[in-house]
């Protein structure tokens, strides 16, 4: 029985670093492809892929990380098992996985700030938008009212020359009846009609102030919610990659077989 357990870990040893190694170095491929991919085509200027692109890199950051553990563990596999090791760094996978671990670590470290940044730019930009489609809707509002005192002027002295039809209007609640106390008081009428204006405008204003705290509100919460997670995302994934990179590089130049 021993024997035969014996005979089993050694075949199955080898199985395991090679699929580990082999899942390893796929899974690094994939996920650098994957990364390459998004770059095309670039267009940094554009703040929106500049989000789009962080914010993905970031979320699929662990993948790579990932395949170099596989990759490693499949070489403390092998070792483990008696099998020697080519002492060429440049012809040794182990070297290269730690130096993509290194450059990776160095490039979320980067992203961290450039996410940050971008979503400080893209808020800001937010935020005047919101800003010019507010003060486009107070010019909108001026100006229909103004040319809504017009019309009711026009129609209301159209009405005055015609008593029937102003009654009627009055009766079914078209009018106030109080308009009848201008009819002979061209001023009053001026200065009633401006007060009405003046409470619609009062109110829609105060509805589109509310929608544009509203809306810079909610550019802010977004702001902060996307920043602290990427933020964050990335510099864990700066401490991992550095960890893991900068070690094994270390321990393999020493002379290490980690």
Request: proline share 2%.
């Amino acid at each position: 029985m021993t024997v035969d357990k014996s005979l089993s870990n050694s075949a199955t040893s080898p199985l395991a670093a090679i699929a580990l190694k082999l899942v390893g170095i796929v899974t690094i491929l994939s996920s650098l492809l994957d990364f390459v991919i998004l770059l095309v085509p670039p267009d940094f200027t554009n703040q929106q892929w500049l989000l789009n692109l962080t914010t993905n890199i970031v979320d699929r950051g662990i993948v790579p990380l990932v395949g170099i553990a596989l990759l490693l563990a499949g070489y403390w596999i092998e070792r483990s098992s008696g099998k020697g090791q080519s002492g060429n760094l440049l012809i040794d996978l182990r070297f290269w996985a730690c130096a993509i671990a290194s450059f990776l670590g160095i490039v979320y470290l980067l992203v961290t700030f450039l996410h940050v940044n971008t979503v400080r730019m893209s808020t800001r930009e937010a935020l005047a938008q919101v800003e010019r489609e507010a003060n486009q809707a107070s010019t909108q509002l001026e100006e229909r009212l103004t040319a809504e005192v017009d019309q009711q002027q026009s129609q209301l002295q159209l009405l005055f020359q015609q008593e029937e039809t102003l009654q009627s209007a009055i009766e079914s609640g078209q009018i106030p009846e109080q308009v009848l106390d201008f009819k002979d008081n061209p001023a009053a009428l001026d200065e009633f009609l401006n007060q009405r204006v003046g409470e619609a405008r009062q109110r829609i204003e105060t509805e589109i102030g509310t929608r544009r705290e509203e809306a810079r509100g909610q550019i802010r919460e977004e702001a902060i919610k996307s920043a602290l997670r990427i933020a964050t995302s990335s510099i864990l994934l700066t401490i991992g990659y550095v960890v893991v990179g900068w070690t094994g590089l270390r321990r393999l130049m020493s002379g290490g077989k980690g």
